[in-house]
């Protein structure tokens, strides 16, 4: 039997921060992309967790082409979610924030190598 008077956590525990995860915005993105190109290039977010934190994997998938996927970018972070680490064309980026995360990813999704193999998964797709 539970003792109320024993109940050592905090009333506010199960109230999450203010702010969305590295995922969720991937995500939400990855879906945005298939809507920009009919389903021809989506993107497709999977998460993995070591002992050094999580780390999500934002591919390029063209689904028309067996399942294709090109790994676009990879982004690390610790348990407290920011900062993150974004690693793309062989370089690491900072976000230290999630207004800065969102930033280098509009940067990353509007750099010519980002739109050459959309563009590229795109014309290999249309038959």
């Not at 039997?1 to 915005?25: A, E």
């Not at 967790?49 to 999500?56: E, P, R």
């Amino acid at each position: 039997m539970q003792n109320p008077d024993r109940d050592l956590w905090p009333d506010d525990i199960n109230q999450p921060p203010n702010i969305q995860t590295p995922v969720t915005i991937m995500k939400e993105q990855a879906a945005l992309l298939g809507q920009k190109t009919s389903n021809l290039v989506v993107g497709d977010v999977r998460t993995y967790a070591d002992n050094n934190g999580f780390h999500q994997v934002f591919n390029l998938e063209a689904p028309s082409l067996g399942g294709y996927k090109y790994e676009l970018l990879r982004v690390i972070h610790s348990i407290k979610l920011y900062p993150v680490d974004i690693h793309f064309d062989d370089r690491t980026i900072r976000a230290e924030s999630q207004e800065e995360f969102v930033e280098k990813l509009r940067e990353i999704f509007a750099h010519d190598k980002t739109k050459n193999v959309i563009q590229a998964l795109i014309a290999q797709s249309q038959k």
